[in-house]
């Protein structure tokens, strides 16, 4: 019921930025939250930032201070503004939606996700 597609991937030198764009669609009105996870070869995946309904906001230590999440009152769209890049933030980033389904009586999340963006950091 919710579809997640990623844009802004791409190459980049060592020190540069980009902006990444999670467009959702759907049963928006559901997501309770969103986030940004990232792959590296030989990696699991990890979570990179999160952002809740109210706008409260968390980050990974390794991009706090470089990367800002943010997203809009629709509730359709989240960026992740990546500065100073580096070459160990190459990974595949997925975005993330948590959608609250009822399950019998009880409320449950739900995870939806994107089919990720590549970005590439050189040194």
């Known amino acids: 019921q919710v579809h997640l597609v990623e844009s802004g991937g791409g190459l980049v030198q060592a020190g540069g930025s980009l902006r990444l764009s999670c467009v959702a669609s759907?049963?928006?009105?559901?997501?309770?939250?969103m986030a940004w996870y990232r792959q590296s070869p030989g990696k699991q995946r990890e979570l990179v930032a999160h952002?809740?309904?109210?706008?409260?906001?968390t980050y990974a230590d390794s991009v706090k201070g470089r990367f800002t999440i943010a997203r809009t009152g629709a509730k359709d769209t989240v960026y992740l503004q990546m500065n100073s890049l580096k070459p160990e933030d190459t990974a595949v980033y997925y975005c993330?939606?948590?959608?609250?389904?009822?399950?019998?009586?009880?409320?449950?999340?739900?995870?939806?996700w994107g089919q990720g963006t590549q970005v590439t950091v050189s040194s």
């Open positions: 952002i809740t309904t109210g706008g409260a906001t």
């Open positions: 993330n939606a948590a959608s609250l389904e009822w399950r019998m009586a009880t409320l449950r999340s739900v995870d939806y």
């Open positions: 759907g049963s928006i009105a559901s997501i309770n939250s």
